[in-house]
């Protein structure tokens, strides 16, 4: 196994990695640096999109283009030229501000939404679909900070986190209707000294998460017992995501500065990617509207 810091932009906040095939690109985002980077690990190659504010998710849509969020509501990006379209605003001061989500595979936009109340969270926040007509609808609630939306291989089961209480919960899900149910506790990330934040799953079912704080990326099995942990060579790990050809690296984004007065590393903001896992992703699904 190895692991490499990539010669692509660093962030701020780096979030949201997304591996697209079509383009042989991975998109992120760095969410306090307001940018939408893709980087094209072959070449080396890096696009950079500036978005009018913070950004806190990057999903892929049908037809080439992207879905993202920013404070002002959900919005369709044109991931060549940058042109915005909001299409779900939220009210200013939002009451809620949405971070981190994924597509099932019938085209549904699954959703965080973490409290607006920095200072002193509060559960305000929770989950939301966005469906293929654009309607929104709100699925649970008292989530604090929203983070780790993703399936099992057979969308049989949703996991999402509570970055707030070191949680990430399963529920059930329906493929049919896009309804979530039975929501419990999976697995909690305290004894790996941090926080559950971006998460993915393999085709063999493990859960991998990025343990913000605690410089590991865990990966978990469907019963809840510890795979493996990687040490990072950061400890503000952000997000995973597989990508490459065969879907077998593991593309990790980083934070540059925490907001809880972790101290300043060396690498922190970089793009990493981990080679010769013996493990292989899944291509993520591409919004349907």
Same mark, same amino acid.
């Given at each position: 196994?190895?692991?490499?810091?990539?010669?692509?932009?660093?962030?701020?906040?780096?979030?949201?990695?997304?591996?697209?095939?079509?383009?042989?690109?991975?998109?992120?985002?760095?969410?306090?640096?307001?940018?939408?980077?893709?980087?094209?690990?072959?070449?080396?190659?890096?696009?950079?999109?500036?978005?009018?504010?913070?950004?806190?998710?990057?999903?892929?849509?049908? &037809?080439?283009?992207? +879905?993202?969020?920013?404070?002002? *509501?959900?919005?369709?990006?044109?991931?060549?030229? #940058? @042109? %915005? =379209?909001?299409?779900?605003?939220?009210?200013?001061?939002?009451?809620?501000?949405?971070?981190?989500?994924?597509?099932?595979?019938?085209?549904?936009?699954?959703?965080?939404?973490?409290?607006?109340?920095?200072?002193?969270?509060?559960?305000?926040?929770?989950?939301?679909?966005?469906?293929?007509?654009?309607?929104?609808?709100?699925?649970?609630?008292?989530?604090?900070?929203?983070?780790?939306?993703?399936?099992?291989?057979?969308?049989?089961?949703?996991?999402?986190?509570?970055?707030?209480?070191?949680?990430?919960?399963?529920?059930?899900?329906?493929?049919?209707?896009?309804?979530?149910?039975?929501?419990?506790?999976?697995?909690?990330?305290?004894?790996?000294?941090?926080?559950?934040?971006?998460?993915?799953?393999?085709?063999? &079912?493990?859960?991998? +998460?990025?343990?913000?704080?605690? *410089?590991?990326?865990?990966?978990?099995?469907?019963? #809840? @017992? %510890? =795979?493996?942990?990687?040490?990072?060579?950061?400890?503000?790990?952000?997000?995973?995501?597989?990508?490459?050809?065969?879907?077998?690296?593991?593309?990790?984004?980083?934070?540059?500065?925490?907001?809880?007065?972790?101290?300043?590393?060396?690498?922190?903001?970089?793009?990493?990617?981990?080679?010769?896992?013996?493990?292989?992703?899944?291509?993520?699904?591409?919004?349907?509207?």
């Amino acid at each position: 196994m190895k692991i490499t810091k990539l010669p692509a932009p660093e962030c701020k906040g780096g979030e949201s990695p997304m591996w697209d095939a079509e383009r042989g690109e991975l998109h992120y985002i760095d969410n306090a640096g307001s940018k939408v980077h893709s980087f094209n690990p072959d070449t080396g190659a890096t696009r950079t999109l500036e978005m009018p504010s913070v950004i806190t998710t990057l999903v892929l849509r049908r &037809g080439g283009s992207a +879905v993202v969020t920013l404070r002002s *509501g959900i919005h369709f990006l044109d991931l060549d030229t #940058g @042109a %915005l =379209e909001l299409i779900d605003p939220l009210p200013d001061p939002p009451p809620y501000v949405y971070n981190d989500g994924k597509v099932d595979s019938r085209g549904r936009f699954l959703i965080g939404g973490s409290t607006a109340n920095f200072a002193a969270p509060t559960p305000d926040g929770g989950l939301f679909r966005l469906d293929p007509d654009r309607t929104v609808t709100r699925l649970d609630a008292g989530i604090h900070f929203s983070n780790s939306p993703c399936w099992s291989p057979d969308e049989k089961t949703f996991y999402f986190s509570d970055s707030w209480v070191d949680t990430t919960f399963a529920y059930d899900y329906d493929i049919e209707t896009g309804a979530v149910s039975n929501r419990r506790p999976f697995v909690t990330t305290r004894a790996l000294g941090g926080l559950p934040d971006g998460a993915t799953v393999d085709v063999d &079912g493990l859960f991998w +998460v990025a343990v913000y704080q605690g *410089g590991k990326i865990a990966a978990y099995r469907p019963d #809840g @017992a %510890l =795979e493996r942990a990687i040490d990072m060579p950061v400890k503000l790990v952000s997000s995973v995501a597989f990508g490459g050809p065969d879907l077998d690296r593991l593309f990790v984004t980083t934070i540059a500065h925490g907001t809880q007065g972790e101290p300043a590393e060396d690498g922190a903001g970089a793009l990493y990617v981990i080679d010769g896992l013996g493990f292989r992703g899944r291509l993520e699904h591409r919004f349907a509207g």
